[in-house]
């Protein structure tokens, strides 16, 4: 499986920006998709999730109401959309891929994912 992201750049505090990443190199009848975050010197933080079949959606606390998580499934594709960006935004996002629909508690941590996408950089200026 691979998975391209994009969408990352540099906006100004209070902007938005919409991250995309693409799963492809296989058939997938069940999997989650999750956005986290790194900044430098720091672990590597859950942002969002959305799992399928059923769907459900998951937000870190820290951007619930300002970030939207969605996916097209014909496309395996998963969207971030962040509007009301700060500063404290600011870090590498980095898409993770989880075949099957894992427990909820299995989103939070980065070390349950199967495979990664190459992150793209986020910079919110003040």
Not at 48 to 60: D, K, L, N, Q, V
Not at 85 to 100: H, I, M, N, S
């Amino acid at each position: 499986v691979q998975l391209q992201a994009s969408g990352g750049g540099l906006v100004q505090d209070g902007g938005s920006l919409r991250l995309s990443c693409a799963a492809s190199g296989g058939t997938f009848s069940n999997y989650a998709m999750s956005w986290f975050r790194q900044d430098s010197g720091k672990e590597r933080e859950f942002v969002a999730g959305i799992r399928w079949r059923p769907s459900s959606t998951h937000y870190a606390a820290s951007v619930k109401g300002r970030f939207t998580i969605s996916r097209d499934n014909a496309k395996n594709t998963v969207y971030l959309q962040m509007n009301s960006l700060k500063p404290e935004d600011t870090a590498v996002y980095y898409c993770g891929f989880k075949l099957g629909y894992p427990v909820l508690s299995s989103l939070w941590s980065s070390m349950n994912y199967d495979y990664w996408g190459q992150g793209t950089q986020v910079t919110v200026s003040s």
